[in-house]
């Protein structure tokens, strides 16, 4: 018999003080081998997104052995905002690893959130197993392009296409905006994210412009990568972002144009399937193993994971389909916050749940463990692929009333927006 692991030991989870700031600073660039100590003074005093009051650390035996950032962050869901608690910059001391610090970190983290009222959370994981177990379920799936210029379609509206110039800014910061809120999970910006992040970035910045003058319709930014020479070029695409159909073609085709100099381009494009269809062939410079007669035109990354802190809140938040209609059971397995665990009345009607307590009356009933049920409420995973596949329990039909309420783009929470 293989002896029981030592249990962790009790740890303080706290909000950060000013006087902490020197430890954090200290932490981090051990966590994450960062050069300057300062810079990493710089992320916890001036950051565009959260303040000090979004920190917390943890301490062990009264010693900082881990720290993490609560980031109070809004996405459009649907056209609407919803306030999502993101969870990032999560650093254990590498004295202290494979302790259970860090998921004794999470699972204070994840108690505060539901107390507070934060119904959802979402984060970049480091490793998916490690959050799933925690109750986090992929929500974001990327096509992972490495496609030769030569293999994008040309197009006269590239012709619309030039640098962005300093006058140009703040028509790209509102066309962001107006595209976003026609996205899944796009998250909101503000003007100091752009102003001390973005427009701070190294790379190449253009713009197409549309009929009338000033008109920016559609915008890129990408990195280029010189060390095969200048005629061997690799570029990055780091954000694509296109309001019309000519704005479209117009950035495609100015990429096309490339082609002389651009050996390969690199983008982490929605899962949709649109830039797939762009190719004029498939592709993939950077191929995985060739299956049958299938050509490997680009990898799929996992991206964001999303969690549900409180399911009734999270119901009665999130909105749904217009079309959706029916009445469903839900059951929920969620072993990290119990409180969840409990079966609920879902009735969808007008773009909007109501959650009631389990009625007396037969249902058909869904059940579904926390972080699978993430992916459904994301519209990621259809109810119905899952119950076939066993990765929920379905009867009475209660996947297929399900499978409309969610559906919706891929989530695309955009590159920019990491967090």
Do not use: C
Request: zero cysteines; a positive charge; glycine letters at 8%.
């Amino acid at each position: 018999m293989s002896p029981r692991p030592p249990r962790p030991q009790a740890i303080r989870y706290r909000p950060a003080r000013r006087t902490d700031v020197e430890t954090l600073a200290e932490l981090g660039s051990r966590t994450y081998r960062v050069a300057s100590v300062e810079k990493r003074r710089e992320f916890y005093t001036e950051h565009p997104r959260f303040g000090l009051r979004d920190v917390r650390v943890v301490e062990l035996e009264g010693q900082v052995v881990a720290s993490l950032v609560l980031y109070p962050l809004q996405a459009y869901v649907r056209g609407q905002r919803l306030p999502i608690a993101g969870v990032g910059s999560v650093a254990v001391s590498p004295e202290h690893r494979r302790r259970g610090v860090g998921e004794a970190s999470m699972r204070a983290a994840l108690r505060e959130l539901r107390q507070r009222g934060s119904h959802l959370s979402m984060l970049y994981p480091f490793r998916n197993s490690y959050y799933r177990k925690l109750g986090y379920g992929v929500i974001e799936h990327v096509h992972q392009l490495a496609v030769a210029a030569a293999n994008l379609p040309l197009s006269d509206e590239s012709r619309r296409v030039r640098r962005l110039m300093l006058p140009d800014r703040p028509a790209v910061e509102a066309l962001y905006d107006r595209v976003a809120q026609a996205g899944h999970f796009a998250l909101l910006r503000s003007s100091d994210w752009w102003s001390r992040r973005l427009w701070t970035y190294p790379g190449d910045w253009v713009v197409y412009e549309g009929r009338r003058r000033g008109q920016i319709e559609g915008y890129l930014h990408y990195e280029v990568e010189t060390s095969h020479g200048p005629f061997r070029l690799a570029i990055t695409l780091a954000e694509f972002v296109a309001a019309t159909p000519e704005a479209h073609r117009g950035l495609v085709g100015h990429l096309a144009t490339l082609r002389d100099q651009v050996e390969e381009i690199h983008y982490a494009a929605p899962g949709d399937n649109t830039w797939i269809t762009l190719l004029r062939t498939a592709q993939n410079l950077r191929p995985g193993a060739e299956i049958g007669s299938f050509s490997d035109t680009g990898g799929i990354g996992a991206g964001a994971m999303l969690r549900i802190t409180d399911v009734k809140g999270a119901f009665e938040l999130f909105p749904v389909s217009s079309s959706a209609k029916g009445e469903v059971v839900l059951e929920v397995q969620d072993p990290v916050l119990p409180q969840n665990v409990r079966a609920y009345l879902l009735a969808a009607r007008e773009g909007r749940v109501r959650v009631a307590a389990e009625p007396a009356r037969r249902l058909p009933r869904l059940s579904a463990p926390v972080d699978v049920l993430a992916q459904l409420v994301a519209g990621t995973l259809s109810p119905t692929r899952a119950a076939g596949a066993g990765l929920v329990s379905s009867n009475g039909g209660a996947a297929e009333i399900l499978d409309g309420w969610f559906r919706a783009g891929p989530t695309f929470i955009y590159q920019f927006n990491a967090f």
